[in-house]
């Protein structure tokens, strides 16, 4: 994959997704900045919501894209949809990344660490990088829809 200076990364993890995280930013650095939320190091009793809220944080502003890494995807993936233009998707197959960002426009990724090995985290977030979002009227039309529903 091409580095893109300007790609800035948000990552974050709980205990369950340490290790991978971990494991993942040598390489992610490499296609972009790396902007590490934590946790820093491995911390049994942590708070997935914590993290998942320093991604969507920043993400939320259009500074970049997110990744989080937790052990089933779920908490981050819930926790990170709370705030106003984020779209997490939880992405355990090349197919649905590429579907997340190109019809949904996913902005975070997120990777269950129970079941995700390194080669195969690798192979998602490649797809999911590499994919654009699909600008025909129809998606742009249920992206601005979901946006709305924030205003409720």
Same mark, same amino acid.
């Given at each position: 994959m091409k580095r893109m200076s300007t790609l800035h990364i948000y990552v974050g993890a709980d205990h369950n997704g340490f290790s991978l995280k971990e494991r993942l930013k040598?390489? !992610?650095?490499? +296609?972009? %900045?790396?902007?590490?939320?934590g946790a820093e190091r491995l911390l049994p009793d942590d708070d997935y919501p914590a993290y998942?809220?320093?991604?969507?944080? #920043?993400?939320?502003?259009?500074?970049g894209f997110g990744l989080l890494v937790c052990g089933s995807g779920h908490?981050?993936? %819930?926790?990170? &949809? +709370?705030?106003?233009?984020?779209? #997490?998707? !939880?992405?355990?197959?090349?197919?649905?990344?590429?579907?997340?960002? +190109?019809?949904?426009? #996913? &902005?975070? !990724?997120?990777?269950? #660490?129970?079941?995700? &090995?390194l080669p195969q985290a690798k192979r998602i977030i490649t797809t999911w990088l590499r994919t654009a979002p699909n600008q025909r009227q129809r998606y742009r039309r249920r992206i601005a829809m979901l946006e709305r529903f924030h205003s409720r």
């Open positions: 040598p390489w !992610l650095e490499r +296609r972009g %900045i790396v902007h590490d939320v998942a809220a320093a991604v969507a944080k #920043a993400v939320s502003t259009g500074r908490g981050m993936t %819930i926790a990170a &949809n +709370r705030f106003r233009g984020v779209r #997490a998707a !939880l992405c355990g197959t090349v197919f649905s990344a590429r579907m997340a960002k +190109r019809d949904d426009h #996913a &902005n975070v !990724l997120v990777l269950a #660490a129970g079941e995700t &090995n």
